[in-house]
T-cell receptor, first 111, second 115 residues
Framework: SQQGEEDPQALSIQEGENATMNCSYK?????LQWYRQNSGRGLVHLIL?????REKHSGRLRVTLDTSKKSSSLLITASRAADTASYFC???????????FGEGTQLTVNP | KAGVTQTPRYLIKTRGQQVTLSCSPI?????VSWYQQTPGQGLQFLFE???????NKGNFPGRFSGRQFSNSRSEMNVSTLELGDSALYLC??????????????FGSGTRLTVV
C-alpha cells in the first residue's frame, strides 16, 4: 500500500497562478522528496526536505513539512504551461533506504 | 555527464515468456533501485542493489529478480510473465545507499506490455 496520500488528485489552473499540492504520510521519515513526471516518462527530482527542516525553497518551488501532522505541501509559484505534469511526494522511511511514493497529483497549467 | 540509461524503451512480450531489462546508472553511482509503476498500484519499490548485492527487496513474487554487475550496471528479470506485469519499470541511481541525501536520478523507464 502507498505510504502517502496526495491531495488533490488533479488540479487545473491558468498560467501565472500558484499551484499547491499536499501530501500526507503515515510513519516516521528521514526525509521527504518531491518528484515530477511528464507523460509516463522518468521521474525528475525536484526538492528534498529533511525531517528536521520545516520549509525549503528552490526557484519557484516552496516545500513545507509538518512532522507533527505527517504532512507536506509543494507550492509552485507563477506557474507555466511547461509545469504541466504529475507530481509525486516520496518518503524515505527511517527503517530503510527505499522511497515510498504517494499517488500523485496531475497538474494541468492552461496557457 | 550522461544520465541513467534504460534499455529497451518499449517491449512487448507474451504471457509465460521472460524478460530482461537493463539499467546503466550515472557514472560513479553505486546504488541502483528499481520501481514498477502501474495505473492501479502506482509506484512500487522492487529492489535495491549496492556493490553487486541486493540490499533491499519490495513485496513482489520471486518471479521478479535482479542483479548488479561490477560496473554498477543492473538488470532485472521477470519470468513467467503475467498480464498484470504490464507496467513502466523505472530504474534510479544514487551515489550511495540510504539514508538518502540528495535524491534519486531516474531513467526514462522501460514500458513493458504483456499480451
Amino acid at each position: 500500500s502507498q505510504q502517502g496520500e496526495e491531495d488533490p488528485q488533479a488540479l487545473s489552473i491558468q498560467e501565472g497562478e500558484n499551484a499547491t499540492m499536499n501530501c500526507s504520510y503515515k510513519t516516521s521519515i528521514n526525509n521527504l522528496q518531491w518528484y515530477r513526471q511528464n507523460s509516463g516518462r522518468g521521474l525528475v527530482h525536484l526538492i528534498l526536505i529533511r525531517s528536521n527542516e520545516r520549509e525549503k525553497h528552490s526557484g519557484r518551488l516552496r516545500v513545507t513539512l509538518d512532522t507533527s501532522k505527517k504532512s507536506s505541501s509543494l507550492l509552485i509559484t507563477a506557474s507555466r504551461a511547461a509545469d504541466t505534469a504529475s507530481y509525486f511526494c516520496a518518503t524515505d522511511l527511517t527503517s530503510g533506504s527505499r522511497l515510498t511514493f504517494g499517488e500523485g497529483t496531475q497538474l494541468t497549467v492552461n496557457p | 555527464k550522461a544520465g541513467v540509461t534504460q534499455t529497451p524503451r518499449y517491449l512487448i512480450k507474451t504471457r509465460g515468456q521472460q524478460v530482461t531489462l537493463s539499467c546503466s546508472p550515472i557514472s560513479g553511482h553505486r546504488s541502483v533501485s528499481w520501481y514498477q509503476q502501474t495505473p492501479g498500484q502506482g509506484l512500487q519499490f522492487l529492489f535495491e542493489y549496492f556493490s553487486e548485492t541486493q540490499r533491499n527487496k519490495g513485496n513482489f513474487p520471486g518471479r521478479f529478480s535482479g542483479r548488479q554487475f561490477s560496473n554498477s550496471r543492473s538488470e532485472m528479470n521477470v519470468s513467467t510473465l503475467e498480464l498484470g506485469d504490464s507496467a513502466l519499470y523505472l530504474c534510479a541511481s544514487s551515489l550511495a545507499r540510504g539514508p538518502i541525501v540528495y535524491g534519486y536520478t531516474f531513467g526514462s523507464g522501460t514500458r513493458l506490455t504483456v499480451v
